[in-house]
């Protein structure tokens, strides 16, 4: 099992930035990709970004391309979530996860385990 625990979240305004940070512990060593995920109010959740562990391979949403940064500090075992020039549209509740199967992906099926959330309101 893997355990994974986000902070972070807060309110900013248009424009500002915000560090997401998510602490794994278990059993790191049967995780090959990260990633982060964010589900607005009254919408779906979705991929935002993902990070493979080995190579640092990465992916993002066309959304995010250019605003958001995912990275990794391996001997941490924490991932994060660096965001940039935040919009409204960019509110949510964002989720860490973590997925076995290899490759970097903004779908939720390629995920095993999940964080709690943390919120994240950007006001105008």
């Known amino acids: 099992q893997v355990q994974l625990v986000e902070s972070g979240g807060g309110s900013v305004q248009a424009g500002g930035s915000l560090r997401l940070s998510c602490a794994a512990s278990?059993?790191?060593?049967?995780?090959?990709?990260r990633g982060w995920f964010r589900q607005a109010p009254g919408k779906e959740r979705e991929g935002v970004a993902s990070?493979?562990?080995?190579?640092?391979?990465?992916t993002y949403a066309d959304s995010v391309k250019g605003r958001f940064t995912i990275s990794q500090d391996n001997a941490k075992n924490i991932f994060y979530l660096n965001m940039n020039s935040l919009k409204p549209e960019d509110t949510g509740m964002y989720y860490c996860?973590?997925?076995?199967?290899?490759?970097?992906?903004?779908?939720?099926?390629?995920?095993?385990?999940w964080g709690q959330g943390t919120q994240v309101t950007v006001s105008s």
């Open positions: 996860a973590a997925g076995r199967v290899g490759f970097a992906s903004l779908r939720e099926a390629h995920y095993n385990y």
């Open positions: 990070l493979l562990r080995i190579s640092a391979g990465t």
């Open positions: 278990g059993s790191i060593y049967s995780i090959n990709h």
